[in-house]
């Protein structure tokens, strides 16, 4: 009979992300144990054929990390014990979400009976297996680095909130309008044929699993993508203007956000966070190579925007979930100044340029969305101002034809608009 499962409420972990053996620690990591644990007191009379394997043993296996478990299950006369286990870990819970026990344990593979289910492909179900072993008298399980960590919410009860920002939006020089959005797997791509047209349909891009994703325009028009996950850093740019894409390359290590910005010159300078704090690095010329990374400080695994000030100054606003700060550079050479407290902490946030060039930050927390804005371009704040609109929101700002700023706010229940009535900053309700 399976394990009995803790009440878990409507939050739950992202699928695994593909995460193959890179090293070696063959060590049992703790949620392998747990995890093994838990079946064979569920299920007497089955076996444990191991977690870890010698470094020197032949081929790839997340064995070699301490994250994958063999259950000692056979085809022959204990196939009920496995689709029995299997069925709890890949049943749909009272919430809604598929796949749930296996999510909440981070499993991020299974194979079994010349099968192989894989969390980053979750809709394609079992597939067939090649491998020289048919996997018929053990069921393999492979974990994610968070479900060996014990860092998964079977392990940790309720969920964090995923606050990535999984889909970013850009325009070719050409005026086509291209969306990119990082799913479980990889990084999908669709685009239009011609400015105001038809739309391609989503192709695969690669990139991370599981990544947050910026977009912006080198000074020649060219689009750059960067896509990071908590173990790798990435960038893909196109290699002419609206033409086709490089491939992908190194970046940097994993983080938690990220956000991109444009200086005077039209250098980027792409801001990362970590449980370290803000981190960045800068093309040292104008489309040109990029510096190596900086610590610039600031809240550990913070939320992010930049935007430039009307005088050309970078400004950046981090945010998690207890503080709020900001820097901004001191002049055009690229100093930057001590960051400052700038409210409280908060769900999301999102920065957008009024008419006259100053700049206005949006926040929501669990009473609604709040704003503040420059008193003059590039100057002074204002006080924070609520501003209502739907509690605990993800924030989107754009500014429309005639320069006003358009806010949308969007929780679990509710998708809500806002926007200036007029240049001067008043608003319309909700």
């Not at 079946?39 to 020197?56: E, H, Q």
Request: with cysteine.
């Amino acid at each position: 009979m399976a394990p009995t499962a803790p009440e878990f409420g409507p939050d739950i972990d992202p699928y695994a992300p593909y995460e193959p053996q890179r090293g070696c620690d063959p060590e049992a990591k703790p949620g392998l144990v747990g995890f093994r644990d838990l079946v064979l007191a569920a299920y007497p009379g089955t076996t444990s054929m191991g977690i870890s394997r010698a470094c020197g043993s032949g081929g790839q296996s997340e064995h070699k990390e301490g994250r994958a478990w063999d259950w000692g299950v056979n085809v022959q006369g204990q196939e009920h014990l496995a689709d029995d286990l299997i069925g709890w870990l890949h049943a749909t819970d009272r919430h809604g979400n598929p796949h749930a026990l296996a999510r909440r344990f981070g499993i991020m593979y299974m194979i079994w009976n010349r099968r192989i289910w894989m969390a980053n492909r979750p809709d394609a179900g079992w597939q067939p297996y090649r491998g020289a072993n048919p996997h018929t008298n053990h069921i393999h399980f492979s974990f994610s680095w968070a479900g060996a960590r014990k860092e998964t919410s079977w392990w940790k009860g309720p969920v964090t909130p995923d606050r990535r920002q999984r889909l970013a939006v850009g325009m070719s020089v050409d005026g086509r309008v291209e969306v990119f959005h990082a799913a479980v797997d990889q990084i999908y791509h669709t685009y239009q044929h011609e400015p105001g047209g038809a739309w391609s349909g989503w192709r695969a891009f690669g990139g991370p699993a599981s990544a947050t994703v910026a977009l912006a325009a080198s000074p020649d028009g060219r689009l750059e993508l960067f896509a990071m996950n908590g173990g790798t850093f990435m960038h893909r740019y196109q290699a002419k203007v609206s033409g086709e894409w490089a491939d992908w390359y190194a970046f940097g290590g994993g983080g938690d956000h990220l956000a991109v910005s444009r200086n005077h010159d039209g250098r980027l300078e792409v801001f990362a966070s970590n449980g370290g704090g803000v981190h960045h690095r800068w093309h040292d010329t104008p489309g040109g190579t990029w510096h190596d990374w900086r610590p610039l400080g600031g809240p550990a695994g913070a939320r992010l925007v930049a935007a430039p000030a009307s005088d050309g100054r970078i400004e950046v606003f981090a945010m998690n979930d207890d503080i709020f700060r900001h820097t901004c550079q001191t002049d055009l050479v690229g100093t930057w100044r001590e960051w400052v407290d700038f409210g409280l902490g908060g769900e999301h946030l999102a920065v957008a340029r009024n008419r006259d060039g100053r700049l206005e930050v949006f926040a929501s927390n669990d009473s609604g969305v709040h704003h503040r804005w420059q008193n003059v371009p590039a100057g002074d704040w204002h006080d924070w101002q609520p501003l209502g609109g739907p509690v605990s929101a993800r924030l989107a700002v754009v500014e429309s034809h005639d320069e006003r700023i358009e806010v949308f706010a969007m929780n679990d229940d509710v998708l809500q608009h806002n926007y200036q009535v007029d240049a001067s900053g008043a608003w319309r309700t909700w």
